[in-house]
């Protein structure tokens, strides 16, 4: 079903804004203006010189911070030109959960919206309510944020229960991990079409510093503490593919917060992040003042197939103050000698919840076709269609049937309780699955054999791998939802699906405005290369 001129001019007429939406953004406690603008520039984080596609000209992108209860009004303007890139663009928010009536400025392209093409603008309300946490944002569109666009979104909470645990949190003990590539996507991309075989990165990054084989010695980031004070550092994965491991030398860590979700205080050595992970850990600066190690070396792909890649210089420096400016005398390691590294299935959260039986059983089976860039979820590999999934059901579709077979949309009953089940597979590598508008009782994680009915962490990305892993959420924020991998070439290659609830309720809410009906007109008539 695509959208002609007739139809975007009918969409006009039915989609009105709700009469009370202004009065109610207005009457928010407090509406923060932010404003994206998307942009190429050269860039070089490991020392190697390339087109990007960033934010305001830097990467990461910008920190956006806000208080619980801040309803925040992105603009983005779309600045790009360089055609190596794609060029249209559209901004996800990883871990806020986009209530129905506010579906329409989800930002997942073709699901939810159409992209912003260049020269365009589109103003995102993303209203926060009660949640708090470690967030980020990143472009949803194809692979685009492998070429830059990705960084921090923190929501604090003055009233924070774990907040006797640390004594700073601020935008200096934030910790962004990713992989990086010399290469432009639209090339990457059609390499890996051609032969089935994931790119494999140059480099890892911390905070946007990194370096490989045989490149300049980019100085590595640095981290200041004092001597005595209680840290709580942010960790984001920001990575399209790698899966980074994190310690400091001589220093535990305690994990406080997983994807937005206060835990159980958990004290460890060693922390594995997937792509599109968070966790806040608290670290204590006890030890002598000096230099220390924070190393964070990572996993993604045969390391032979690139090269340039050296995961041991994937690292930053712990410094207190007073210690020399200088590298660490340590030797560069991969971790502790004796680690005592998370284990997913043993994290609580804060407020134990005990998730009531599901109503609805599904199993996902994931299966790639060999020597091809093609991912099936049941048999399905994922298109995006040319009209988004939300647009088909304010339209009137009820059912899996009114929509494509290659959407993968599953339509789920409201407020039941729905698990989902991936068995155990053989592939080398775990995806870490993300649900969008919502998160999910982690039942069985992939980290081991152990059911937990009873108090198991609600986050929004986790593993599925060799040991299976088990979710369960409720569907009580009706939505068409994505449900993918986010290793973002495995998404691309059609390893994901919908989750739409409540279909009546989103057509009885959902009001969007006429900014956003008429994106998709807009980017339908764009040439193939400004797209």
């Known amino acids: 079903m695509k959208l002609t001129t007739a139809s975007v001019l009918a969409l006009l007429a039915i989609l009105k804004p709700h009469p009370a939406s202004s009065v109610v953004i207005q009457s928010r406690a407090n509406v923060k203006p932010i404003t994206l603008n998307i942009v190429n520039a050269d860039l070089a984080p490991d020392g190697f010189k390339r087109s990007t596609v960033v934010?305001?000209?830097?990467?990461?992108?910008?920190?956006?911070?806000?208080?619980?209860?801040?309803?925040?009004?992105?603009?983005?303007n779309n600045q790009l030109s360089d055609p190596t890139m794609r060029r249209s663009?559209?901004?996800?928010?990883?871990?806020?959960?986009?209530?129905?009536?506010?579906?329409?400025?989800?930002?997942?392209p073709f699901v939810t919206t159409c992209p912003i093409g260049p020269n365009a603008s589109y103003t995102y309300t993303v209203p926060l309510g009660q949640q708090a946490g470690t967030f980020w944002y990143h472009s949803q569109l194809s692979v685009q944020y492998v070429d830059g666009l990705r960084g921090p979104l923190i929501v604090y909470d003055p009233a924070d229960p774990q907040k006797h645990l640390y004594d700073i949190d601020d935008a200096n003990t934030i910790w962004q991990v990713g992989d990086w590539w010399h290469n432009t996507t639209i090339p990457l991309l059609a390499g890996y079409v051609a032969t089935g075989i994931v790119p494999v990165s140059d480099t890892g990054t911390f905070n946007g510093i990194g370096r490989f084989n045989g490149g300049p010695e980019v100085p590595f980031f640095v981290q200041n503490v004092e001597a005595g004070k209680r840290y709580r550092f942010r960790i984001i994965n920001t990575s399209a593919?790698?899966?980074?491991?994190?310690?400091?030398?001589?220093?535990?860590?305690?994990?406080?917060?997983?994807?937005?979700?206060?835990?159980?205080?958990?004290?460890i050595n060693e922390l594995e992040i997937l792509a599109g992970q968070r966790y806040s850990v608290v670290l204590t600066a006890d030890q002598k003042v000096d230099n220390y190690w924070i190393n964070a070396p990572y996993v993604g792909g045969t390391p032979s197939r690139n090269l340039n890649q050296n995961a041991t210089l994937s690292r930053a420096i712990l410094r207190y103050a007073?210690?020399?400016?200088?590298?660490?005398?340590?030797?560069?390691?991969?971790?502790?000698?004796?680690?005592?590294?998370?284990?997913?299935?043993?994290?609580?959260?804060?407020?134990?919840?005990?998730?009531?039986?599901?109503?609805?059983?599904?199993?996902l089976n994931l299966v790639v076709t060999d020597g091809k860039a093609q991912w099936n979820v049941n048999n399905v590999s994922y298109v995006a269609p040319t009209t988004p999934t939300l647009v088909k059901i304010l339209d009137g579709a009820n059912s899996s049937s009114d929509f494509n077979i290659t959407e993968n949309t599953f339509v789920l009953p409201k407020n039941?309780?729905?698990?989902?089940?991936?068995?155990?597979?053989?592939?080398?590598?775990?995806?870490?699955?993300?649900?969008?508008?919502n998160n999910f009782w982690v039942i069985k994680s992939n980290s081991s054999d152990a059911i937990n009915e009873v108090n198991p962490i609600r986050r929004d990305v986790v593993a599925v791998g060799a040991a299976g892993t088990t979710v369960r959420f409720v569907t009580d924020n009706p939505g068409p939802w994505f449900f993918h991998c986010h290793i973002f070439w495995h998404m691309q290659a059609g390893l994901a699906t919908v989750m739409a609830s409540g279909l009546d309720d989103i057509r009885n809410d959902v009001k969007p405005d006429n900014d956003w009906a008429q994106l998709c007109a807009a980017y339908a008539a764009l040439p193939s290369d400004e797209q």
């Open 55 to 76: 934010v305001n000209g830097t990467y990461p992108a910008p920190l956006i911070t806000a208080t619980k209860g801040d309803t925040l009004q992105v603009t983005v």
């Open 89 to 108: 663009t559209t901004i996800d928010y990883d871990g806020i959960f986009f209530q129905t009536e506010n579906a329409f400025n989800e930002g997942t």
């Open 241 to 267: 593919r790698n899966v980074f491991t994190i310690s400091v030398d001589s220093h535990n860590l305690t994990i406080i917060e997983a994807d937005g979700v206060s835990t159980q205080p958990m004290t």
């Open 322 to 363: 007073g210690a020399p400016e200088v590298d660490p005398t340590a030797p560069m390691s991969s971790g502790p000698d004796t680690p005592n590294a998370l284990v997913e299935a043993n994290l609580r959260p804060l407020v134990a919840e005990l998730p009531p039986p599901p109503d609805v059983n599904l199993t």
């Open 416 to 437: 039941k309780v729905i698990q989902i089940d991936f068995p155990p597979n053989d592939d080398d590598e775990a995806h870490p699955f993300h649900l969008h508008g």
